[in-house]
Structure formats: C-alpha cells, structure tokens
C-alpha cells in the first residue's frame, strides 16, 4: 500500500491566493481578505514553498498565475467550494459573510422589494451590499471579481471563467422564490 503523506495546505493560503490570482493584484486581495499586502505576500510565499513551485508571475501591472499556479487556481476553487459546504452542512450553519450583489438599475427596486427580505430572513449570517448598474458595468464589475453575484440582463461583454454561469438567457426577467 502507498504511503500517505501527512503534508497539508492551509486553506487559508490557498483562499490568499485565490483572491490575488483572479484579482490580479496584492492590494485588491489584502483588501478583500482584510489583511494587509506584506501579509498577503507572505502568505502566497509559504505556500508557493510547500508546493515547491512558483504560482504567481509579479510585475508591475500587478499578479498573474504561472502555469502552475493556473492549475493549482482551478484545483483549489473547487477544493474551497466542497470544504465550505461540508462545513455548512456539518456545523448547521447556513450562508454567512460578505456578499457583494449587483443589479440592474430597473429592476432593483422590485428585486428588492419582494426577494431579498425573505432571503435576508432566512440568512441572518449574511452582510449583504448592492450595487445598482447596467448590465454591461455589472458584467464588467463581476468579470473583475469586484462583486460576487449579479442579475444580468444581457451580457454584451461575456464574462470569462469559473465566476459566470451558462444560466440560459431568458426573455425578459424571472421573479420568484423557491419553496
């Protein structure tokens, strides 16, 4: 039988990472971690030193992951996403944190009128923040990792990556609840 090793990334580093590699930038990830940008550099350091790799190429426009650190970037989305989850599922706690939202000036009136409150009584846990724009500005704010969710209406600039959703386009909005 193989060896196992008892070697272990701290999830914490590797949510560092994370933010700094779709960011683009330390400061960006500090300020969405609440740490400061010597912290943050830190952090990518010890884990780019347990991997044994570097994963972020520094430069002067900012970060960007290394083809290794690319690999690592999808690896760890999904490894965060099931260890969140299993954690929810197994401390009983629902949604909680930060969530950014963005909506679309027309219709965020009735959005938030008749969803959000019966979503923000069912996930006290959650510090939720609107932003109001057209659909091409909350592409473009998602695509920049600057919100976490948006109600788009259109998608003139299509987003790229793990962040935007193949949700199929419909005619016109859809309001409801699920029950």
């Known amino acids: 039988m193989p060896e196992v090793s008892s070697a272990a990334l701290d999830l914490e580093l590797l949510r560092s990472f994370q933010a700094a590699a779709q960011l683009g930038s330390l400061a960006a990830a500090a300020q969405q971690r609440h740490r400061?940008?010597?912290?943050?550099?830190?952090?990518?350091?010890?884990?780019e030193e347990a991997l044994g790799s570097r994963l972020l190429e520094r430069g002067s426009r900012g970060v960007?992951?290394?083809?290794?650190?690319?690999?690592?970037?999808?690896?760890?989305?999904?490894?965060?996403?099931?260890?969140?989850?299993?954690?929810?599922?197994?401390t009983g706690r629902g949604l909680g944190g930060k969530l950014r939202l963005g909506l679309p000036e027309d219709y965020a009136r009735e959005l938030l009128g008749s969803v959000l409150p019966e979503f923000m009584a069912h996930h006290p846990d959650v510090l939720l923040e609107i932003v109001t724009a057209t659909s091409g500005e909350l592409a473009r704010q998602l695509s920049r990792s600057q919100l976490t969710l948006s109600v788009l209406l259109d998608r003139p600039n299509r987003c790229r990556g793990a962040r935007c959703s193949?949700?199929?386009?419909r005619s016109g909005p859809a309001l409801g609840s699920a029950t």
Do not use: C, Y
């Open 36 to 47: 400061t940008v010597s912290a943050i550099s830190m952090q990518i350091k010890r884990l």
């Open 64 to 90: 960007k992951p290394t083809a290794i650190g690319e690999a690592l970037l999808q690896e760890s989305r999904e490894l965060l996403r099931l260890h969140d989850g299993m954690l929810s599922r197994f």
């Open 166 to 169: 193949g949700i199929p386009r």
